[in-house]
T-cell receptor, first 110, second 113 residues
Framework: GENVEQHPSTLSVQEGDSAVIKCTYSDSASNYFPWYKQELGKGPQLIIDIRSNVGEKKDQRIAVTLNKTAKHFSLHITETQPEDSAVYFCAAASYDKVIFGPGTSLSVIP | DGGITQSPKYLFRKEGQNVTLSCEQNLNHDAMYWYRQDPGQGLRLIYYSQIVNDFQKGDIAEGYSVSREKKESFPLTVTSAQKNPTAFYLC????????????FGPGTRLLVL
């Protein structure tokens, strides 16, 4: 079946460094790619998203890039802060389904 | 204050008991979803509904049931047939199209006594 792979599963960075999380999808019909941040014991919150007609999108310290040919997209967080520590999920959506990646646990070390 | 609410925050189930998790949204969204999350795992779709009085099974529907009598509400019942119900349950809503952003509630943690 269709799936979304996400790497790495865990990531530790020093405060102020950048963090990159990569996702690969298999369904070529996917055309919407959201990223969610989930803090412990809470529901996921949308942090940024991108559609297939755009290659890159940026919102302050967060950016997402999409390579449709290679079927992968990445989340970039610059100048990381301790409050960025959380689990991050990518997802790929087509007209009839949304598939989530397994998540990346990001730890930002002060 | 718009959003999605789930209740209760914690729920305990005795063996052989059915329990119902509540999900309400005031975002005027057509579609609603239920996901299950196990520790250290991603999200698995249980059921979803794109319109009132209609719903579809997701990947792990066995042992669960839902109803969609009102646009704002999408309750999930965990039946006694679900042998391993301990998990974190998340409700979400979106516009009618699947490719629209899903907004999640705060979740309900279900524990078995």
């Amino acid at each position: 079946g269709e799936n979304v792979e996400q790497h790495p599963s865990t990531l530790s960075v020093q405060e102020g460094d950048s963090a990159v999380i990569k996702c690969t999808y298999s369904d070529s019909a996917s055309n919407y790619f959201p990223w969610y941040k989930q803090e412990l014991g809470k529901g996921p919150q949308l942090i940024i998203d991108i559609r297939s007609n755009v290659g890159e999108k940026k919102d302050q310290r967060i950016a997402v890039t999409l390579n449709k040919t290679a079927k992968h997209f990445s989340l970039h967080i610059t100048e990381t802060q301790p409050e960025d520590s959380a689990v991050y999920f990518c997802a790929a959506a087509s007209y009839d389904k949304v598939i989530f990646g397994p998540g990346t646990s990001l730890s930002v070390i002060p | 204050d718009g959003g999605i609410t789930q209740s209760p925050k914690y729920l305990f189930r005795k063996e052989g008991q059915n329990v119902t998790l509540s999900c309400e949204q005031n975002l005027n969204h057509d579609a609603m979803y239920w996901y299950r999350q196990d520790p250290g795992q991603g999200l698995r779709l249980i059921y979803y509904s794109q319109i009132v009085n209609d719903f579809q099974k997701g990947d792990i529907a066995e042992g669960y049931s839902v109803s969609r009598e009102k646009k704002e509400s999408f309750p999930l019942t965990v039946t006694s047939a679900q042998k391993n119900p301990t998990a974190f349950y998340l409700c979400a809503s979106s516009g009618r199209r699947i490719q629209e952003t899903q907004y999640f509630g705060p979740g309900t943690r279900l524990l078995v006594l």
